[in-house]
């Protein structure tokens, strides 16, 4: 089976969300953190989604995971690629794609990394790949 | 108040079309409301109550209303996906009891198999304005790896095989042969399942539900005006509805669907436990959707879903539970990617004693309906209703 070769979409980018694109296009991963509950959470948003409180602040995070689970769409065709979860050692899981790995080699509790993929003409997205 | 004894399926309609290649949408609803309705024995001018969900066409139930030049006093398009029709039974019900309708009609119809990326894997993963939507739908999410994602942590976590899931549309496939309409009559072998090619690991391509054009319609109605049908009474006696999402991604855990807070909550409601239901129409999207599904409403233990359908388990006359004797989405028709109307309509043709003779549950004098919008890898709506026959 080959590696990703999906090309990503330009993301939708809204006032809410625009830290974290800018921090993206210089290949930084941030997070949300909210000060009320102390607990991380993903996608990012304005008001926590766990207690809802609005104290919540950017936090930059190594974007180091294990796989929760993944699926290889079309593992047969000229053009699969992998799509699946990473839960983040900050606690939050989110939803990406693994790239730079046979895909056929993805396994549920590997360990993962981010890094920065260039989207058709939007800021780079966070994808991620083997730590080792 | 509970709705327990509150309301009746009155009328139901399963649209025979499965390629609408010269109807409308509008047209198909329409269609498959006169179709309930004569069913019922009741006509247009009968109904009060409106409820349709996000496949109606243009203004939602506005456009749809005054196209069918409906009077109604109530009206309700609660969106949850293919769930939503399942729901709207209950809500219809809820409504019936509070005495702002007698007599509602709930529609489904589409046609993605004759619009341009109407095929679930091909549209855009949603809309652009959604939250999430920056942060989701780059990555080439579609509803395939949405449920292979469930199916590999459920095998992960319990050791679901792919054999079991087979047995899901090995079952199915017993049943669709006796329908005339469905898209799918062959009887398929566990072996046949696996060997079809890998759609979205680790879901095979006969793991997969049709594409469908149709639609369908369901008629529920007040006591008095059940009494005064001349159809078998097939009486509401519990619902329930739950969302269910990443919220935050804290303790993410894709092997339960919201199926496992609206089950328990239906089943209380009407009073009777998974134990007692003689017949099962279970959402069925995906193989793996059944199996959860089957967990969450307390069919069996969360985890024993692959031993519950293995071995013909779903078979009606073979196995403890009989489920989607018309095909179900797997095999005879998945309206607009919507599988909810038509799990009501089997269920009700159960209850009746209106199923294929070769499929028909002897006795059935309960049946649940489940389902599921949205997708089970991120957010989604359960619908359970659970009906008696009287």
């Not at chain 1, 997070?31 to 609005?54: M, T, V």
């Not at chain 2, 329930?240 to 919220?247: H, I, L, Q």
Request: with cysteine; aromatic share 6%; charged share 20%.
């Amino acid at each position: 089976m080959s590696p990703m070769s999906r090309k990503i979409p330009a993301p939708a980018v809204n006032p809410e969300s625009k830290p974290f694109w800018d921090a993206a296009a210089e290949g930084r991963f941030l997070i949300k953190r909210c000060n009320a509950c102390g607990q991380a959470h993903w996608y990012p948003r304005l008001a926590c989604p766990l207690c809802f409180s609005d104290d919540t602040v950017w936090e930059q995070s190594p974007g180091e995971g294990t796989i929760y689970t993944f699926s290889v769409m079309r593992p047969d065709s000229p053009t699969p690629f992998a799509i699946g979860y990473v839960t983040l050692d900050e606690g939050p899981s989110l939803l990406t794609n693994f790239v730079d790995c046979d895909l056929a080699s993805l396994r549920i509790g590997q360990r993962v990394k981010v890094k920065f993929q260039p989207t058709e003409g939007g800021p780079p997205a966070p994808v991620f790949a083997p730590a080792d | 108040m509970s709705i327990r004894g509150k309301a009746y399926v009155g009328g139901v309609y399963e649209h025979p079309i499965r390629e609408a290649t010269t109807q409308s949408t509008p047209q198909l609803h329409a269609e498959s409301a006169r179709g309930a309705l004569a069913d019922a024995g009741l006509t247009r001018d009968d109904v009060d109550g409106y409820f349709c969900a996000g496949d109606a066409p243009g203004f939602g139930a506005m456009s749809m209303i005054d196209y069918m030049g409906l009077k109604v006093r109530h009206m309700d398009s609660t969106e949850t996906g293919g769930s939503s029709y399942i729901l709207h039974v209950g809500h219809a019900a809820e409504a019936i009891a509070a005495g702002k309708c007698s007599v509602a009609l709930v529609t489904l119809a589409g046609r993605p198999r004759q619009t341009p990326g109407g095929r679930p894997g091909a549209r855009p993963a949603g809309p652009a304005d959604a939250p999430e939507a920056g942060f989701e739908n780059i990555y080439g999410g579609s509803t395939h790896t949405m449920y292979g994602m469930c199916a590999m942590r459920h095998m992960y976590e319990y050791g679901t095989t792919s054999e079991q899931l087979a047995w899901i549309k090995v079952a199915a496939s017993h049943h669709a042969q006796w329908n005339p309409h469905a898209m799918l009559r062959e009887v398929v072998a566990v072996e046949e399942v696996l060997a079809s090619p890998i759609i979205a690991s680790p879901l095979h391509r006969l793991d997969c539900c049709v594409i469908s054009d149709g639609g369908g319609a369901v008629i529920v109605v007040s006591p008095e005006v059940a009494r005064s049908l001349n159809r078998p009474l097939v009486k509401i006696i519990g619902s329930a509805e739950a969302p269910k999402g990443p919220r935050g991604g804290a303790g993410l855990d894709l092997t339960w669907s919201a199926g496992a807070l609206s089950g328990p909550a239906a089943f209380a409601e009407a009073g009777v436990t998974p134990a007692d239901i003689k017949y099962a129409s279970i959402y069925d999207s995906f193989t793996i959707t059944v199996l959860m599904q089957l967990e969450d409403l307390g069919f069996c233990a969360k985890g024993e879903g692959g031993r519950f359908v293995a071995d013909g388990n779903l078979i009606s006359g073979v196995g403890k539970l009989p489920f989607n004797t018309d095909g179900g989405g797997l095999c005879n028709n998945h309206p607009t990617n919507r599988g909810g109307i038509t799990k009501v309509i089997e269920a009700v043709r159960q209850l009746r004693g209106e199923a294929h003779p070769k499929v028909q549950v002897p006795s059935c004098d309960l049946a649940i309906a489940h389902g599921t919008g949205g997708v089970l890898g991120a957010r989604h709506g359960a619908a359970t209703l659970i009906m008696e026959r009287e």
